[in-house]
């Protein structure tokens, strides 16, 4: 935690005090990070999340009193390992394709007898807060794949639709700003202020940041998944807040995962 | 006559059946569907900003490459959008127009309801002031711009245009229809063309 501490300190200094250096220098304070963290995965802040994911995962709970341990996530019930490398994929009894998040909340249902709006109804801690209890799921998940590739099957038709549908999202300019994914996202070396963008239409530079997340965010204190980053894109720009799981975000995740195909998971990562 | 004839149907409808059942017009069918589920909770207000108008969607098909023909109706469609102030001064206060620069604010929807005036912000994306350092990469350096065109007439009024409305001069630019939209007054934009196009501002210092 002093760690954190410190990381945290260090880095609103820079971001406070010398603009013009910050991008490189906040980006080499957390290369050092992320390299005292593949020392020690465990001082991670993300791993109590992971944990407290996995005690969730295994616990007995709402009105069915079940544990999550009979959810599929694509590998078979309870076979987490290497379950997220294979996300999104298409699922029989779902008859859709599904995300990490969106499975796990068809699994609570399913399994657990909880409601669909009480899960959904607050699925993104607030900065300084805890992980929710799908972030802290879905970094358990995750972690679970860490150090392999990401593969995603395009063997269903559904599979190959939402591939396509994420794409055309990508390139999709919508709302009073005419924003697309690709108005920041389709270049390489380009940022916002000093936040560096990663040119998400390159395959070399979407495998270096997609298998990040679930990542621990510095400036917020807190997890952010998959689900919460493309919310918090739609977000800015200016667009109404997207439902959680739902197939836009599914087709997103399906057209990045494919971008980033053959990249490491790292996740949980560390992000500013 | 007749075989011509069946070679022809083929060699034209194979591919347009195939279009029909594969291409475009299917997949573009099932985009406005998943927009349509995928906020589903939001108001109806809302869900406005998620349909397109020509424009848009054009840029949107065509990745901001649009045809010629297109690009053409763009620039005649977008720059007959353009208003210009009654009367006919296209600068206003620069040291407002640096705060719009500034200012990042307006449009989300933890935004509303509104606290302050909508931002223009110009510093996401632009260089401007060289003494602030904390400015974006996606569009070209603003530095000295004014003072590089000698304060022109006619490139003042390309500024508040380009301002107000880009694709009257670049179809499928980047960047937003600030006056098209409504996001920003004509009085806004007139300072920001101050702040770009002022011997005293920091821009042209």
Known sequence: ????????????????????????????????????????????????????????????????????????????????????????????????????????????????????????????????????????????????????????????????????????????????????????????????????????????????????????RVSQGTVMTMQHRIADCYWQMRLPLIDYGSDATVALGMYLVNQAKGGEITAPSIKR | MHRLLMVAVVVIGVPVVAYLLLGRGHSAMSVDDVIKSSWATATPEWQARLSQDETQRVCSQYRNAPPPGLADAILAREKAAIKYPADGKLMGDWKRGEQLAQSGYGGRFTDYPPRTANGGNCYACHQMDGKELSFGTLGPSLREYGKIRKYGADDVKAVYERIYNPHATIPCANMPRMGTSGFLTIDQIKDLVAFVMSPESPVNK
């Not at chain 1, 995300?99 to 399994?111: A, F, G, N, P, S």
């Not at chain 1, 990508?170 to 916002?192: E, K, L, V």
């Open chain 1, 1 to 216: 935690m002093r760690l954190r501490r410190s990381l945290a300190s260090a880095l609103a200094c820079l971001v406070l005090v010398v603009p013009a250096a910050a991008l490189d220098e906040t980006e080499k304070e957390l290369e050092r990070y992320r390299q005292m963290l593949k020392d020690d995965p465990w001082s991670n802040p993300a791993m109590l999340d992971a944990d407290r994911g996995e005690a969730l995962w295994k616990e007995k709970r709402g009105p069915s009193n079940a544990s999550l341990e009979a959810c599929d996530l694509g590998k078979g019930p309870d076979k987490v390992e290497g379950a997220f490398a294979e996300l999104p994929r298409y699922f029989r009894d779902a008859d859709r394709v599904m995300d990490l998040e969106t499975r796990l909340v068809w699994c609570m249902e399913k399994l657990q007898g909880l409601a669909h709006a009480d899960i959904v109804k607050r699925p993104y801690s607030k900065a300084n807060q805890a992980g929710t209890e799908l972030e802290a799921l879905a970094t358990y998940v995750a972690s679970k794949s860490r150090g392999l590739k990401y593969q995603p099957s395009l063997a269903h038709a559904k599979e190959k639709q939402a591939l396509a549908v994420g794409e055309a999202l990508f390139f999709r300019r919508q709302g009073p700003m005419d924003f697309s994914c690709a108005t920041c996202h389709a270049d390489t070396g380009r940022r916002i202020r000093l936040q560096s963008l990663p040119f998400l239409g390159k395959p070399e530079e979407a495998r270096k940041v997609i298998g990040e997340w679930p990542a621990y």
